[in-house]
């Protein structure tokens, strides 16, 4: 999907991921009722007032971000949870692990960004909490930023097909670990192994 195709979507791609971290969320919320999980400085003493929908609509109206910084956004996220299984998205954590993603992704795409104070305006919490923020999502990603243009296009073209599907899928069929290891083929790139078919591939 290239970024003009992006942007054309972009309001049906807020709505979409809003919904599916929704989904997700819900279903951790109800997990975590039976099987507590380990609490992380995304955690919030509460549920935030705001709607995850609305959350992620005030990003992409105040951050000024390319509109690939939210497909990257979405990798970063699908790997944060990889790495950090004890750690499920709920209702408690989305929203500051969006504005982080959302920041990180920015800082890594664009060539023009704001700053970590900007970002906590935007997202509703003081600039100390952004800073921490930032480096506990950056070693919970284990600083793997990079993102190919393959990897790229693969969610482009995983978010892209699920958006025509209305309502999006249930949480079992999503893109982001719910506190389960099943994960749909398509939902986990591996860019390892995609990199060692290419070297196959050239070897031929």
């Known amino acids: 999907m290239a970024e003009l195709e992006i942007t054309s979507v972009m309001p049906k791609l807020i709505t979409f991921l809003s919904s599916l971290l929704q989904r997700v969320a819900d279903s951790n919320d109800l997990n975590c009722l039976f099987d507590p999980k380990k609490i992380s400085?995304?955690?919030?003493?509460?549920?935030?007032?705001?709607s995850i929908q609305s959350y992620l609509e005030r990003i992409f109206?105040?951050?000024n971000c390319s509109p690939s910084?939210?497909?990257v956004a979405y990798v970063y996220l699908d790997r944060f949870v990889q790495r950090q299984p004890s750690l499920p998205i709920?209702?408690?954590n989305i929203h500051r692990l969006l504005i982080t993603s959302v920041m990180v992704a920015a800082k890594f795409m664009d060539d023009m960004?704001?700053?970590?104070?900007?970002?906590?305006k935007v997202g509703g919490i003081s600039t100390t909490e952004m800073n921490?923020?930032?480096?506990d999502f950056l070693f919970g990603l284990g600083f793997h930023l990079n993102v190919t243009p393959t990897t790229f296009h693969t969610y482009c073209a995983y978010?892209?097909?699920?958006m025509l599907v209305e309502p999006p899928l249930n949480v079992e069929e999503t893109s982001l670990i719910i506190g389960r290891s099943q994960r749909l083929q398509l939902c986990t790139y591996n860019e390892d192994e995609a990199s060692h078919q290419q070297q196959q591939q050239l070897a031929v």
């Open 41 to 50: 400085a995304f955690h919030g003493l509460t549920r935030p007032n705001i």
């Open 113 to 120: 960004y704001y700053n970590n104070a900007y970002y906590a």
């Open 90 to 92: 709920n209702s408690f």
């Open 61 to 63: 109206k105040y951050a």
């Open 69 to 71: 910084c939210f497909v």
């Open 159 to 162: 978010l892209q097909r699920q």
């Open 132 to 135: 921490f923020l930032e480096v």
